[in-house]
């Protein structure tokens, strides 16, 4: 088939990096515009020094107009409100767009404008734009214009919790989100708190019940209960390059006869929206995700455990931050738009160690 | 003062030879035993490097009616069920002993024996042994014969909720500890889950509601609420050494008129327990724990944030697992046994970065 | 075309994980047969987490007699001397062998006993073996039955610094080699010494001048120089999981004229070895080797200063040392084995971060 | 005894931030001014969380004339140039300075303005400013009123070669120095290049045969040879917080016999030097010096190898590189200039692990 022609904006930074690598490796697609505003004329691998021999380009500057023309799609891996800035109905006209900013993720413009503290440039796209989380989504992503790509930890948050909630068998309204990133989540800024020494040997809670990922998981969580949620999300800084692990508490609704759902029941329910769900891995009973078993790879790796003694459920998801977390949700959205096999340059297996 | 003479009977692990470098530094005490089964004969610094110069003692076998006679105090920082099946009525009347095993720490020898999967070898002492959380049992150790010395994740779990659950701002059956710790607190037995490639750039929960340390939270913050309470504790191990950073929710309860509690008076209920404490730290506002910030010192730090949104308060709690978590307690508690400044030898600066 | 069967001994330990790794993504061969004396009839899902869904096979004894019936090559990931006593007549008559151990990458048997410690149960098989460092050897390597694949640190060594030997522009009697490598080099063994927090926030120099890679960079580097040399090798542990960087230092032979050669004049050098290299990069001048760059790939990255100063050359080189320094350029070798494109499988770009 | 009064100038640097630990357990001396011209007017314990009811002070402005009325002695841990723009006369007059910057290491200021690429401001106290390298310069130190606080890299590059070029065992102009060091060293400036993802689970070396280290320890290591020396040495950035080790290459002189020292007569001379310093710890046979086992100490750990085969020794030598890299060895300086024990406050024992 034709090659898809990529035009990245924010090429240079984690996100941008990893789309990159993968669409390196993507028989379908071809980058042609390495956008990158802090190193235009400057070679891709002297940034990136892995690509080197790899991607012999420049990077260029972030033209979205003259980038419409070049290509037929358009990544944004830049900050919130770039991609809302610049976009508009001719650029929508003539090329798909996967934003990984937060742009687009947020049906009420208040309630972004309020968390992300910025005001919203474009809201009139708001409604057309799909939020790109895959496995949830999927008929809608393929005939959008404006994806909004997920974010890292409402990507591995709403999933891990998704299918119970769906389903009525958790109160949502007890539901705890405490999440552990590693620090490529932080981005390649210049900044003291991302330093080596700061973060080495190190790990503390940030954005305390203000974390901007929280009116996220809970609209989409909010789309599954078919009800508003509310919601604690509490993101914490690993030791690590990549990888984010969520661990989820929320009470078991009881059954008719009072008593708790059981792990069979619960497995099924995973079951039913993830068994067929390539990226999606359910483990093994009393096997716990590990974050190093989805590096490098598309991989959401689920699994739970009832407490008997609380009537709690703990559910905990895994992924790779710049992968199912970024960069690979976006090519696996970008597959969707064009009509390819959804794993397509996707093929990763995870590296360990 | 006369020099209090101490033997520690498993000085070659990780709390042991923490143990080691808090005492050489101590004015008042000097170890003359020291105890480990698999290095008999050994110089201890050939174990411990940074000891070279130093310590120039032998290690010993754990002959503990042997060591009775020679020393003050006995530390054991062994695996559980090795100090219940030493200690008898001879040693008792001769040496003070500090128990950094879960021994006898719970004081229901069927919750020890279920949680533990062994049978307890004296019960007879339980009762009368001391859980050596000097900040909240300060007076009843000075009075004791045989320490509990707390573990790890509960000493930074309890501390960071103790003064809310005992003055009943939270609802205890909403407690979730989510833990997060450094990998010396799985110790230095070579086991494939330990290995630096397995743990590095890993992230993980373990003992999902079945961890060991979960009663000893149970017991001991129901001693505070007045009543049983069931909790959901979960660990994780972190790619660091040290450090532990307990994220802890519950519910507020509301006030007669409906409102939650203010931020000015949760803080002036932990102050009311901590201002006096040396080792406890509560931040300034808007400032949350860091691992790094207590590493190597006996210090706990606490802050909490309360969520309007969901009526929930974060609390956080970090300490470094080995000094206050173990070894650091361990001489906290032998300073009171020893009627000494509650300080003495611990005045450790912590070492960032 | 037909799908090679692969055989492999010693699948679970790191090396034999990235073979698995390697292998499940390569078009033309196929495992079957994960062999794996400690987990016999374990899932090698279970082992490996990361490989959950991907692989499903069970591991299986070390039979090497069974397994030559079976398969069209045999990987041996596997401690010194097991190799050498297992293969025979009758095996290699049957099946390719590559052998990631050191069993025959020495030609003199003494030597290999020497710095080995061990019998060489099989040193018939000495003199057929090829050395299948594919760069050097890539001719020999497609006709031979047993393939000696080259050690970690020995790949990176005499790479960096092949082309200045065998144009004889270096004295190489003056040729040491500061090797530092990550911590999965040394193995997925339960030891102490490689316990997260021995490895952590540590460096240190080990094998000093008895390192049993040394005598393989020395006869290696010997066929190049046309003499017997001797050389300082020194490897060290980094708390890095995967990566080598070589740091080599030797005098420029100077000129008729008396001066040093130009850098011109050595980058053209390395750039007759290896422009056509599709693995080893010659990096652009100022820029040098880092591991993160080569992480995940088969990559050789190689660089050098001239230091006027001193008439010294220093020689820098990066591998990963599970791929190009064990399963990649066995899988390398495999393909020449099969005659098939050298970089079938191959084509693995560098993760970072 | 009178408390010293301290001032330091760049109190927020990682130096800076352990000069304020050391000096905060120091009983004879007592900080006064908090110099930091970027958090000027916010509380040092903001900045360093550590310090938290440590340090109650704010930081201040740098302005030395003021300082010099108010201390005994003032500690400069800021960037090149700074010291020697500010000093003069009047301050000389009345305060000691330790300079832990290059500015005064260096007694040719020629080189000085080659390597660091800047103009000398103040050339004429170079003459008098005393290199304080404790164990070589003891006496001139005690008379000094500047003092030269020796560099990370040289510290531990002078001292594990020193007797041996003393006494005239290694041919010098062979002597290559392979230093490898933690991530601390490179300071608290926010750039791109010591973000923890890039350099966590990556190594390469830096600066190479250009490195304002090397004529500091050419320097010294001159005076001790008795002629000018030139020398190899590459630095190399480790993903670890703190720790130098320093491998080291020369070949030894051969005796009158022709055969090379034994392991006996080399350790006689490094004993001679070394055997009553309490700083310095010549480790026994076999046993290879760690980082770790120095950290958070003013220890340097020291050991040699010899190898037959190339007639080489290898020389190895491991510090913290803020302690007595840097703070621990200013401080020794000032016990050293106010006539104390020079112990004095650097009891410290090494952290494991």
Known sequence: MKMIKVGIIGATGYAGGELVRLLSQHKDAQIVWYGSRSYIDQKYSSVYGNMF???????????????????DVIFTATPQGLCASLVNDTILSKVKIVDLSADFRIKDVSVYEKWYGIEHKSPQYIEEAVYGLCEINREDVKKARLVANPGCYTTCS??????????GLIDVHTLI???KSGTSGA???????NLFCEVNENIKAYGVATHRH????????????GEPIFINFTPHLVPMNRGILATEYAMLKKKADGSLPTYEEIKAVYDKYYANEKFVRVLEKGVYPETKWVEGSNYVDINFKIDERTGRIIMMGAIDNLVKGAAGQAVQNMNLLFDLPEDEGLD??????
């Open 53 to 71: 021999q790899i991607v012999d380009d420049k990077c260029m500057d972030d033209n979205m107009e003259q980038l419409a023309d070049l290509v």
């Open 348 to 353: 990763l297996v995870p590296m360990f160690p």
């Open 187 to 193: 981005g390649r800024g210049a900044k003291v708190n």
């Open 158 to 167: 709403i999933l891990t919790a998704y299918p119970l909630v769906k389903e």
């Open 214 to 225: 929280t009116p996220e998981i809970e609209e989409q969580l909010g789309y599954a209960a």
């Open 177 to 179: 989100v405490d999440a």
